[in-house]
């Protein structure tokens, strides 16, 4: 779990969005963090305390001067607590308090003890949003270290459409882990290809595979939270990345090759885990092939290029390069044997069996040993795989 003992002080301020909170504490619980709750006046106008409360299975504090909770857990004590805060909805008038340390209620008191990095996801109308006033802010705040997430365009509470929607939970949480990890990786460069590859046989049909690019994703994100460079290189249907990932579309296993030779040279690491067709028409058609009153037909297919093995034997190769082998029966024979063959430093085999899966595991294979990574989620398999990279000499 990503966020494994960490302390995450929630201020929720009062704006309709503030039932997504309830998402994103749910989110961080289910990756092993300890939250506690600050909410506003307003806030509690939207939502009640308890529903939080039932959430995180802490108390909710709302009132400055509630003399149990101060003596038992003030307000310098909370911000003491917390190895990081959150603020969402972060509201205009939320956020004019912070920028001009008004301490008129727990959550902006304690704001001003907080020595912990501190997150705001806001959310408002599109024109309070653009508001000089509430630029002028945000600038205050940046200056001051906080870090911004948000706000999202789209369709706004009041009707409008425009930029003023929270962002959502994932993305939140994507943004609060640099605050929190290591920058075990900063100065190096990575290179990540994921998802499947498409091949065209005429303007309307393709050929694919079951690949969603999940698991490409999630490392490239994680390696990002560490402080590496990251690139990915994403087939079609490859989820959202994190912000400071370098992301690069492409359609089919030619495509990804020459994206990939275009930026792995001297990258200290190369993922590849994208699951390239192995196979492309040898003819293709810009319309649509009709069928008309044919009863079968003879297609000739011609093999794509060898990515991981191209990558692994050019000039100034990067210095790790990583294969995964999706296989459905003898993983660590099969596994080895793409490790010898491509020329690459390692291999994950997994099971063909987890493409599309929540969980995920697998088998990392070296030149010294074999290691067990074993089941559970695809945001812990991937960050298992960074830590057994990390700890790969070639």
């Not at 504490?25 to 006046?41: D, H, P, S, Y």
């Not at 290189?233 to 400071?244: C, E, L, R, V, Y």
């Not at 994206?259 to 040898?282: E, P």
Request: proline share 3%; net charge neutral; charged share 20%.
């Amino acid at each position: 779990m990503m966020l494994h003992n960490k302390r995450i002080l929630l201020g929720i301020g009062g704006g309709i969005a503030v039932y997504r909170v309830a998402e994103f504490v749910r989110l961080l619980i289910k990756q092993g963090a300890e939250v506690r709750c600050v909410m506003t006046r307003s806030a509690c106008e939207f939502v009640t305390p308890m529903t939080f409360e039932a959430l995180t299975g802490e108390t909710v504090h709302t009132d400055l001067f509630d003399l149990t909770s101060e003596r038992t857990m003030g307000h310098i004590q909370l911000a003491r607590w917390a190895d990081a805060i959150v603020i969402a909805p972060a509201t205009a008038g939320l956020l004019a308090r912070l920028a001009h340390g008004i301490a008129d209620d727990l959550l902006s008191t304690l704001m001003l003890v907080a020595e912990a990095p501190v997150l705001l996801a806001p959310a408002m109308n599109q024109s309070m949003w653009y508001a000089s006033a509430t630029q002028c802010n945000i600038a205050i705040l940046k200056q001051r270290g906080m870090r911004l997430v948000g706000p999202t365009t789209g369709e706004l509470a009041c009707g409008e459409t425009g930029a003023g929607r929270l962002s959502a939970p994932e993305f939140i949480l994507d943004a609060l882990l640099p605050l929190l990890t290591n920058h075990a990786l900063t100065g190096q460069r990575w290179v990540i290809n994921a998802g499947p590859t498409v091949e065209a046989w005429d303007g309307v049909r393709t050929l694919s595979n079951r690949a969603t690019g999940k698991l490409g994703a999630l490392l490239a994100g994680h390696a990002a939270e560490l402080g590496a460079q990251v690139t990915l290189i994403a087939g079609p249907g490859t989820p959202s990345t994190h912000p400071q990932v370098n992301r690069v579309n492409i359609e089919s296993a030619v495509e990804m090759l020459d994206a990939c030779l275009a930026v792995a040279k001297n990258a200290d690491v190369f993922i590849g885990t994208a699951a390239v067709s192995d196979f492309r028409f040898a003819e293709t058609c810009a319309g649509k092939i009709k069928r008309g009153n044919t009863q079968s037909m003879l297609v000739e297919l011609i093999a794509n290029p060898d990515i991981i093995a191209t990558i692994a034997r050019i000039h100034n190769r990067p210095a790790k390069v990583i294969a995964f082998a999706a296989e459905s029966e003898n993983h660590i024979e099969n596994g080895r044997a793409k490790l010898l063959g491509k020329g690459v430093d390692a291999v994950v085999a997994n099971d063909i069996a987890n493409m599309g899966a929540a969980a995920a595991s697998g088998w990392w294979i070296s030149r010294d040993h074999e290691i067990k990574l074993d089941t559970g989620s695809k945001q812990a398999f991937a960050a298992a795989i960074i830590d057994q990279i990390s700890k790969l000499d070639r």
